[in-house]
């Protein structure tokens, strides 16, 4: 089975603070994603990386960086953490096939709050 | 990405089949369409995809019209256990897809 973890499932931090979010898939996907999701807002793409060392913006990439410096792991960073970035994180990876198919696989999630 | 709209929730007995619907008015004809489940405090699964034609699996069904419009996910004998959010989503890129609200299922006894 794919399985992508994800470092923490519940993380508390306080503003101003640089936090590392970290995930590992072990089914050598080149695809990986960021999500946060919030209620009423549904999931909401940050950052995507389709190969080691490349990164793309999602729709909410202000406040974030990603690094992925080894195509297992991808790193989210939050460089200086504000209250609304208080959510669920999520994390996922696909496989790079055609164009168009691509199912992802998720991880269980770190849910972040930050006073 | 074509955009997708989804009831905010539905209902259904026990071993009963449940069928959610999802409009995509806007879909092109390179985007496929994808369902997801999330149940509460896990991150989304995969439930099934199609282009154009109907597609089964041991999970679902997904029955997609002729114009594409509109695609309805069936799961043939629903338990409790199918209760979550789900999701429709369409998608052209490989990098990006966007989830909307989805639809809460509620499986009663």
């Known amino acids: 089975d794919v399985k992508v973890t994800q470092s923490s499932r519940y993380l508390v931090k306080r503003t101003g603070e640089k936090v590392f979010l970290e995930c590992v898939q072990d089914?050598?996907?080149?695809?990986m994603f960021w999500y946060r999701q919030d209620p009423g807002l549904g999931l909401r793409l940050i950052y995507f990386?389709?190969?080691?060392?490349?990164?793309e913006k999602g729709d909410i990439p202000e406040g974030y960086s990603v690094s992925r410096e080894k195509k297992e792991r991808f790193s989210l960073i939050l460089e200086s953490a504000s209250t609304n970035q208080t959510s669920m994180y999520l994390c996922?990876?696909?496989?790079?096939?055609?164009?168009?198919?691509?199912?992802?696989?998720f991880g269980p999630g770190t849910r972040l709050t930050v006073l | 990405d074509a955009k997708t709209t989804q009831p905010p929730s539905m209902d259904c007995a026990e071993g009963r089949a449940a069928n959610l619907p999802c409009n995509h008015s806007?879909?092109?004809?390179?985007?496929?369409v994808y369902w997801y489940r999330q149940i509460h405090s896990q991150g989304p699964q995969y439930i099934i995809h199609?282009?154009?034609n109907n597609e089964t699996n041991e999970m679902a069904s997904l029955i997609i019209t002729e114009d594409r419009k509109s695609s309805t996910l069936i799961l043939p004998h629903a338990t409790l256990r199918d209760t979550a959010v789900y999701y429709c989503?369409?998608?052209?890129?490989?990098?990006?897809?966007?989830f909307g609200d989805g639809t809460t299922l509620t499986v009663k006894p």
């Open positions: 990386s389709y190969d080691v060392k490349m990164k």
């Open positions: 989503i369409v998608r052209g890129n490989a990098g990006k897809s966007t």
């Open positions: 089914m050598d996907h080149e695809n």
């Open positions: 996922a990876s696909s496989f790079w096939q055609a164009l168009t198919y691509n199912e992802q696989f």
């Open positions: 199609g282009l154009k």
């Open positions: 806007t879909i092109s004809g390179n985007e496929y």
